[in-house]
């Protein structure tokens, strides 16, 4: 009884964890609003084979994070909450899915305690609560690679099977990368260990791996003439490995911090864990550490890089996390830690993380300050007084008492302490972050377009129509229902066709920035409708009747 009672325990307070909140604020720009847009078009048309951003064909994803996102959308409902369920629920299996494998790998305790450094760790709680694909790609990575060690380790052969049909789950999430980082990881650790590539199924595998992943990609292929091809793997995989996209690039030393400010808290105990994996040798830890070194090497090395595309790798680091924790909870109270030269690095790193992420919070107002100095052109919601009341005091007041307690707990070498110190701390963390600062931050970011957004959706009608003037956010799209013309700062004598081309029963929305205001105003006739946070929403007219066309 006792047993399933802990069991229950584990899943309220993970499906707690994960699902709070993630529908009290509004979808942020852009990924989240693209994907959230792109499959609730999906609904709307009904056509569940080729995906359409802003009603025109959409290739940049796969379909399986759409299709999911759809059927969330016909149980809850058209919202926020629905649009990001789908990520948290991937997050919430993936840590029962560690605990399972840590369990048949290694051992329960070490499957639990990995289970709750994957649960409390800053980057799987941010990625829990962000309509992305990249918690979905992480829980169908994780189930590939556990079980080809599981089928490894156990003997079971069975579990080869999950290997493949995982992998093309991922490859339905994300394209190429969902099967070229497991097969990397797989080829690696057959050579090292000299496994018989027999024993892992290979025909029947492939053949299931085929069986699941290819119809989709050659039916969009077919009903796209080609252009999905030319779009998804040249542009969007191969160009983005070989060129930065949009920007997003870094050096190769790029995932170093973000690994470490991603793992926080735990990162503090990454050395001397992956040391202690190290040291033990045996296939569970040099496939850990494998699955490691694999997928921050390939993202490394692309010229395009993103922080959640190293999530992958985060529940590799739980369960080598979870073994260290394991080895010191078997010593007596004040045994088996040392404060050596390796430890107070780890401890150095930790302090100067809470330090700057203390300052960063408590220094919020002067930080806000700079930016409105420096990105007021392209982010024009920068132009409004900004305050996030206590909250960010608060949240740094908290991390440096944590710090002050952790010191004091080290002190004496109880270990166990901290390991409960740093799941409090995440608790809390995780409880500020979405009742304060999410939502304060969305309603600064994104207040002043989805108040337009529901203006037009609540004023217009279907043969109204939606222009973007330099403002292109995909949350308008979402939030209004309706198709946006996007026109650039030049595309003045689009936005005049459009109006001289509307009938006089038709309205012409226009959305822009308040510096372009002015520009706009003299080219066009139009009514200002409301103004807000540096945006301006306007209802276009024609010049004059003869404008008209006949």
Sequence with gaps: MKKYLICLIGVVFVSTFFLYKIGGFGLFDFDEAVY?????????TGDFINPRYNYMPFYEKPILFYWLTCISYRIFGINEFSTRVVSSVSCIILVFLTYYFGKILINKRAGMLAAIILTTNTGIIIIS???????LLTLFISSSLY???AGYITGNKSFYRGFYISSALAVMTKGIVGIVIPAAVVVWFILVRKQNIREIKLVPGIAIFLLI???????VTVISKGSFFNDFFIHHNIQRFSQ???????????????????????????????????KQRGPVHLFLLMWVVVPTAL?????????????????????????????????SKGEGYKFNTES????????????????????????IDKAKANFLEDAPYLNQFIDFGLAPLILAAILLVSSAVLYFFLRYKNIRAVFGVFVVLMVIFNFMFMTYIMPSAWKYMQGCLYHFSNIVRAESGDGDKLIGYDVCQPSILFYTRKKMIACSKNDLERIKNELNHASNTSNVYVITKQSLFQKLSEAVNSQVIRRCSGYTLLKGQPANDNENPP
């Excluded at 959230?36 to 709307?44: Q, Y």
């Excluded at 992943?213 to 039916?219: G, Q």
């Excluded at 690039?249 to 105990?269: D, K, N, T």
Aim: net charge positive; proline share 7%.
């Design 36 to 44: 959230a847009e792109t499959s609730r078009e999906m609904l709307e």
């Design 129 to 135: 609560k962000a309509a992305i694909m990249d918690g």
């Design 147 to 149: 079980c080809f060690l």
């Design 213 to 219: 992943s290819l119809p989709w990609y050659i039916v």
């Design 244 to 278: 930065p996209f949009t920007g997003h690039s870094g050096s190769i030393l790029y995932y170093i911090p973000v690994i470490l400010i991603g793992l926080f808290p735990w990162s503090a105990f990454l050395p001397g864990s992956i040391r202690n994996s190290i």
């Design 299 to 331: 993202f490394s090395i692309s010229q395009t890089k993103l922080p959640s595309y190293i999530i992958p790798v985060f529940p590799a680091f739980a369960l080598i996390g979870g073994v260290y924790f394991d080895k010191k909870f078997s010593f």
């Design 344 to 367: 107070k690095i780890c401890w150095s790193i930790f302090f100067v993380l809470v330090l700057l992420m203390s300052l960063v919070f408590a220094m919020n107002g002067f930080l």
